[in-house]
């Protein structure tokens, strides 16, 4: 996506005449959501830092340059690009991560970079790395890039940073990435503008940015897809921003795991698509490959029953080398202390106080996983939470921690990579489902949500889909009862009104999620939380409604079969508001949680005519906005964004 677009000429003016970063703010707000000021502070001055670079007659006026341009299928942004043609003709794009940073240490065992970010010291990536990992990602998911042969150059420049002989931070053993990504210094402006015009001197005749803006995007990867290759060493997903940062930081506490005198807790939030499985995966590869006794744990049975399928599908492994690395949340009861080097708990919002089928064996999960680790890393998301048996809340996991006398380590994940990496669709869902209100535009390209009014042109269309990948599905919420069950004739979701039905997939296979004909049948949050499609559809069912102006929620909707609700619906009727309150809560999120299974789109069916309704117009209304917002930028010629 394209925040800001200028020639040469003009984005030089636009500094000279103080308005870059008035201009890259408006169009950031509408696109992205609030700017911080420190980002408007940045925009003023690396952006006029690069004005300076680029202000020689050796670069023509009408190259294309660009300032936060957003990556596909994820949330992170380039800081400044400058695309055209080398001497002989060929298309170049030159991307740069600018950095305002006057001093930064280095650690050669993490192979992070420590300096003063946020008004604090913090461990993060070197600049070369973030310029050349962008540079991947956009090679990888980019099909313009590599059929019209469009060559990418990143680098790095620290406008502020005086370089001195010796600074490692220029050590290419240290950071290979300097050698694909070279870095810049406060004095190097002739050296920089050198390396821009080495690549970059003349127009492009074809719209360089605007032919990768518009290319068509690669089909993303999903983690099932690619998980017997990450385990295998292969790399499948470069990770980006505050994931590699999170890694190496991780991996570094690992490697010292012999001389570790506490337990070490780490707790890394994030939202649905923010990497959380991803990194998990990653991190048990590295501390297997570095002899580490490592698992994954997750109360979820869908991931793991993939990830094991995978395994036994791929006869590059054996049975004995991915047998018992991967765990349900409460086979750790019993475990004796320190068993493991590394747990690394996915969905830890899942986790349950009791274990077993009758929720009555050991004291409590977190306290049994941080007992059997030495290491342990939860992934977690609060919002996430879908029955009323998740206890696994950050506030918990610190209380344990600290009764072990662990070390405790915090931290986000922020960059969004499902739902084409759109923070706004995110925003988008928690406004219209009433979660919270910051909600801000998306574009309509980014992400194909839509409202359908016939079920069984919606599960077509999912068929459909499928053809390509195996990678899209059906889903609904938990208002049907489970009769295929005990009778495998019977259909499960019923909607007389359309002439529809279908069965739940539960009695029919454990690997729902990659199954060749399961597009036949219908998820529910148990079976693909944790898991990602390209293409979900979704059936809305009479636990959410719109009624008097607003969404509500009617536990009394669900099915008698769902244990979600335990202990709650009884409270329920009798009026208790912190039990109402709290069913609320879960079946927003369940909602929440399914809408946002998908990579590409999500299309959704409500069995409330209101609801539907009131989706339509809700999308409609962000349609508008865009279209207000681009009509704009076409009406105001004077302001280059």
């Known amino acids: 996506m394209i925040i800001y677009q200028a020639t040469k000429k003009e ?35 690396s952006l006029t830092c690069m004005a300076n670079v680029i202000d020689t007659p050796l670069i023509d006026d009408n190259t294309t340059v660009c300032a936060e341009y957003r990556l596909p299928n994820c949330g992170s942004r380039i800081d400044f690009i400058i695309a055209g043609e080398n001497s002989l003709g060929e298309d170049n794009v030159v991307i740069v991560e600018l950095k305002q940073w006057t001093k930064a240490e280095v650690d050669e065992d993490k192979k992070l970079v420590n300096t003063f970010v946020g008004n604090a010291n913090r461990y993060v990536n070197h600049p070369s790395y973030q310029a050349w990992s962008y540079a991947i990602t956009l090679e990888n998911y980019n099909e313009a890039i590599e059929s019209d ?14 370089y ?48 990768i803006d518009n290319g068509r995007i690669r089909p993303s990867k999903s983690l099932q897809d690619v998980f017997a290759n990450i385990l295998k060493g292969k790399d499948e997903f470069h990770l980006l921003d505050e994931q590699n940062v999170f890694f190496q930081n991780i991996m570094a506490v690992v490697n010292r795991s012999t001389i570790l005198r506490n337990k070490q807790v780490f707790i890394i939030e994030g939202g649905p698509g923010t990497g959380k499985s991803v990194l998990a995966i990653n991190l048990l590869a590295e501390a297997i490959k570095k002899e580490k006794t490592a698992a994954y744990v997750t109360k979820n049975a869908a991931p793991r029953n993939a990830y094991l399928s995978i395994l036994a599908g791929d006869d590059r492994f054996e049975k004995k080398e991915y047998k018992g690395m991967f765990l349900s949340s409460g086979q750790l009861l019993s475990v004796k202390q320190n068993t493991y080097d590394v747990l690394l708990v996915d969905e830890a919002h899942r986790l349950n106080e009791k274990s077993g089928i009758f929720h009555n064996q050991g004291e409590n999960q977190i306290k049994e996983i941080i007992n059997a680790s030495l290491i342990s890393v939860f992934f977690i998301d609060e919002m996430q939470k879908i029955s009323s048996y998740d206890i696994g809340s950050v506030a918990e996991i610190i209380s344990w921690a600290e009764r072990f006398g662990a070390d405790i380590h915090q931290g986000k994940l922020l960059s969004q990579f ?16 009433d979660i919270k209100h910051d909600y801000y535009t998306f574009d309509p390209e980014d992400y194909d949500i839509r409202v359908v009014d016939d079920p069984k042109a919606m599960m077509s269309e999912i068929k459909r889909l499928n053809l390509k990948d195996n990678k899209a599905r059906m889903l609904a919420g938990y208002c049907w009862p489970w009769l295929s069950k005990k009778d495998r004739a019977s259909q499960d979701i019923v909607i007389p009104s359309k002439d529809f039905s279908a069965q739940w997939n539960f009695s029919n296979t454990e690997t729902w999620a990659i199954d060749k004909d399961s597009v036949d049948q219908i998820g529910c949050i148990h079976t693909s939380q944790g898991l990602e499609f390209s293409y979900v559809g979704v059936i809305i069912g009479d636990d959410l409604r719109y009624e008097n102006g607003r969404v509500i929620t009617d536990y009394k909707a669900r099915a008698k079969s769902d244990q979600s609700l335990s202990g709650l619906k009884g409270l329920c009727n009798k009026g208790n508001k912190e039990a109402l309150k709290q069913v609320d809560f879960i079946i927003r999120n369940t909602y929440r949680t399914l809408l946002s ?14 609801l539907s309704n009131y989706l339509k117009q809700k999308i409609e209304d962000n349609k508008k906005k865009v279209n207000e917002f681009y009509s704009l930028m076409v009406s105001s010629p004077e302001v280059n964004y």
């Open 597 to 610: 299974r998908a990579m590409k789109g999500c299309f959704v069916y409500c069995t409330d005519k209101a």
């Open 164 to 211: 001195f002989d010796g600074d490692k931070i220029n050590d290419s053993f240290i950071y290979p990435e300097i050698k694909n990504a070279p870095i810049f210094f406060r004095d190097y402006g002739e050296k920089l503008r050198s390396f821009i015009t080495a690549h970059v001197v003349k127009p492009d005749k074809k719209s360089i940015i605007e032919r």
């Open 11 to 45: 984005f030089i003016n636009d500094c000279k005449q103080r308005r870059i970063a008035d201009a890259v703010k408006k169009m950031y707000e509408k696109n992205l959501g609030k700017a911080h000021k420190a980002e408007v502070i940045a925009w003023e001055n």
């Open 418 to 433: 499902r739902c084409n990496g759109s923070d706004g669709y995110m925003s988008f869902l928690d406004d219209v489902l």
């Open 149 to 162: 042969n469009i060559k990418l150059f990143p680098c790095a420049y620290l406008h502020n940073y005086t």
